[in-house]
């Protein structure tokens, strides 16, 4: 990716940290966007709008999977508008750089703003991107993720102005389908080990779809599908996960992981992660060693860290490749924590009026003393939250 930005707990560490997990944009579409559904052919040709541009070099480009045809104009605000064959629920879109972003560095748009309609009319902003989140490179592909749940039918694409010069340049503008990816198997979960507190966590699969080599049978769903046998397989190190979409916000109470047979080392280095926009993942568990024996390793609620309530969760690793056999997440709602605090009864008589203790202070000690011992044995990072532009 263009752009990592870590925040970790002890600055000693900081170098480290920056070297890792760090990848950049692909000049191949199936390798920046691994398993994604691309609407490229379903945008109505004939609908097509844009502002003018330069000869033989209209709006109509962006979506003919060409990147040696372009978008270039020098008027501004620039808007292109298109319709679908039919309504889609967006959650991705490609940026493809032009043949001369390197010899005429600036022409990418200085921010652009995707909407969404269904009358062609009115048009809801799903994302909103910026100059810095594209390079002044030559036929390179950009992922961008965002949260979408609406199926929308006409789309537009707003762009006030190139970041220098008089003139702006896109190549390609790729509309990538929500795919609804649920936990499928019966079998799932099959640990065994269900806390006395929290439920298991189910919900849409995120993350990779395709593992390692192109194999369809090591992607997301095999750590979700209750067989210790199947296993999922990153692309490389650092270089994809799998999760689960909760569809609301989760307290921990209990992660179960199961190591791929064969490869026990693999699971030094493994995270589980939250975040509530996929961009911003916060790390809850880091292991700090390889896995004892091909077994389930239970994490209690206590050795989860910054347990505050999540959406999304994933797997990840940035250490070693990644494997991994089985993941179960278990917990209870954000929001039902509150709804089930039993209600006070008013007192029959008046009382005294006690003063209420002091708050008990954050054990930021403690916490400090777990992140540095993790980071001690892993020589790793046992605290991080960091934010990436795309991800996948």
Partial sequence: MKKSFFSIVLSVILLFTLSIGVAGASDDLATEAPGRTFLIDKVKADSIEGTGAFANEEAVNLFDDDPATKFCTNIFPAVVTWQMDKAYVVDAVVICTANDNASYPGRNPETWTFSGSNDGTNYTVIYEGKASDLDDVDFTYFLFTFNNSTAYSHYKLEIPGPESGTVMQISEFILCEKTSAGIASEDYPSSGQKPSNGDIILGDLIGNEIGWGDNPDAGRHAAFDGDVTTFFDPLGLGDGYCGIDAGQEYILTQIVIHPRDGYLDRYYGAEIQGSNDMENWTTLYFA?????????????????????????????????????????????????????????????????????????????????????????????????????????
Avoid: C
């Fill in 288 to 392: 700090d060693d390889q896995a004892a024996d091909w077994d389930w390793q239970v994490i209690a609620e206590a050795d989860i860290q910054n347990n505050t309530g999540y959406r999304y969760f994933r797997y990840y690793n940035e250490v070693m490749h990644g494997d991994v056999a089985e993941v179960e997440l278990y917990g209870y709602p954000v929001a039902g924590e509150a709804a089930s605090a039993p209600a006070e009864e008013a007192p029959s008589e008046p009382v005294e009026e006690v003063p209420a203790p002091d708050a008990a202070s954050p054990a930021t000690s403690d916490m400090m003393t777990l992140a540095v011992a993790s980071i001690a044995l892993a020589g790793a990072l046992g605290f991080v939250s960091y934010k990436k532009r795309r991800s996948i």
